[in-house]
């Protein structure tokens, strides 16, 4: 069964400081994987897409990875500022599929 | 911008109720998706549809139905309303070999 395991669960930073969020998966065949940003009560919000020959790509302040042959992606978030609060979330599409599999969130809170 | 419109941030609905959760997409996307949100859950997908007049079951079709009669909307459909179908429902678009999808700021359905 396709799954996307993310870790951890949730995470409480200082303003200023960085992190990483980290996610699995057993998708197979693997087509993309992205990831999200949700603030609470909104809906998700892509930073990233990455297909199979990316093993980096970053958006301002996050930079994500991928290493398609240990399937696992990381989010790493520099400087991070109390906007940063959200829900982040992993997303797996598989070759020759509409349907995407859906991590459960990393919860981020940043503190000043 | 491009955009995902749901018509509804919060709904409050009886049990029994008929509810209709309305979603238009202005980028002339081939496919069109329902999930549902709920916590320690993550997404699930309800419905999706490739085309017009077109409808495909995802994880979770139990409880409801959905209809596309234009390529710009797609409508889910509680045909009676219970409260285990509490939850954050998000409409997604996409075109037919994108890796993006695009979310809507999602609708907090309540159900009494």
């Known amino acids: ?112 | 911008d491009v955009k995902v419109t749901q018509s509804s941030r919060y709904l409050v609905k009886r049990t029994g109720e008929k509810v209709f959760l309305e979603c238009v997409q202005d980028m002339d996307h081939e496919n069109m998706f329902w999930y549902r949100q709920d916590p320690g859950l993550g997404l699930r997908l309800i419905y999706f549809s490739y085309d017009v007049k077109m409808k495909e079951k995802g994880d979770i079709p139990e409880g409801y139905s959905v209809s596309r009669e234009k390529k710009e909307r797609f409508s889910l459909i509680l045909e009676s309303a219970s409260t285990n179908q509490t939850s954050m429902y998000l409409c997604a678009s996409n075109n037919r070999g994108a890796h993006g999808y695009t979310f809507g700021s999602g609708t907090r359905l309540t159900v009494v």
């Open chain 1, 1 to 112: 069964k396709n799954q996307v395991e993310q870790s951890p669960q949730s995470l409480i930073i200082l303003e200023g400081k960085n992190c990483t969020l980290q996610c699995n998966y057993t998708v197979s065949p693997f087509s993309n994987l992205r990831w999200y940003k949700q603030d609470t009560g909104r809906g998700p919000v892509s930073l990233t897409i990455m297909t199979f020959s990316e093993n980096t790509k970053s958006n301002g302040r996050y930079t994500a990875t991928l290493d398609a042959d240990t399937k696992q992606s990381s989010l790493h978030i520099t400087a991070s500022q109390l906007s940063d609060s959200a829900s982040y979330i992993c997303v797996v599409k598989g070759a020759g599929s509409y349907q995407l599999t859906f991590g459960k969130g990393t919860k981020l809170s940043v503190i000043p």
